[in-house]
Nanobody, 117 residues
Framework: QVQLVESGGGLVQSGGSLRLSCTAS????????MSWYRQTPGKERELVAS????????DYADSVKGRFTISRDNAKNTVFMQMNSLKPEDTAVYYC??????????WGQGTQVTVSS
C-alpha cells in the first residue's frame, strides 16, 4: 500500500517560488498517475497539475499554466511541483494524489502554501 507525504510548503511573498515534493512509500510508484490538487476553506478541491505514469504527459489548470511545472523521479518515488511567480490566490493547502486503473485513489495529508501580497 502506497502512502504519500507532501513537503515544501511555506510562506512566500508574491512573485516568489516554492517547490513542493510528494514522496511515496512502497515499490509501485512508477505505475501511478500523479497529480497535485489544492483547496481553500469553503471551496472544493481543484486539480492543479497532473503527470501520467508511462509517457509522463503533463496537464495544468489554466490558472497555473506557464508558472507551475510538475515532474517526477521514479527512482526517488517522488513527484515535484515547481511553483514560480506565485500569487496570493495560489494560497491553499496542496495535496498530492496517486491513482491507477482498478485501484483506489490515494491522497497525502497536504502542505500549506501561503503567498503574501
Amino acid at each position: 500500500q502506497v502512502q504519500l507525504v507532501e513537503s515544501g510548503g511555506g510562506l512566500v511573498q508574491s512573485g516568489g517560488s516554492l517547490r513542493l515534493s510528494c514522496t511515496a512509500s512502497g515499490s509501485s510508484f512508477a505505475s501511478y498517475d500523479m497529480s497535485w490538487y489544492r483547496q481553500t476553506p469553503g471551496k472544493e478541491r481543484e486539480l492543479v497539475a497532473s503527470i501520467t505514469a508511462g509517457r509522463r504527459r503533463t496537464d495544468y489548470a489554466d490558472s497555473v499554466k506557464g508558472r507551475f511545472t510538475i515532474s517526477r523521479d521514479n527512482a526517488k518515488n517522488t513527484v515535484f511541483m515547481q511553483m514560480n511567480s506565485l500569487k496570493p490566490e495560489d494560497t491553499a493547502v496542496y495535496y498530492c494524489k496517486a491513482e491507477r486503473p482498478f485501484d483506489r485513489s490515494l491522497w497525502g495529508q497536504g502542505t500549506q502554501v501561503t503567498v503574501s501580497s
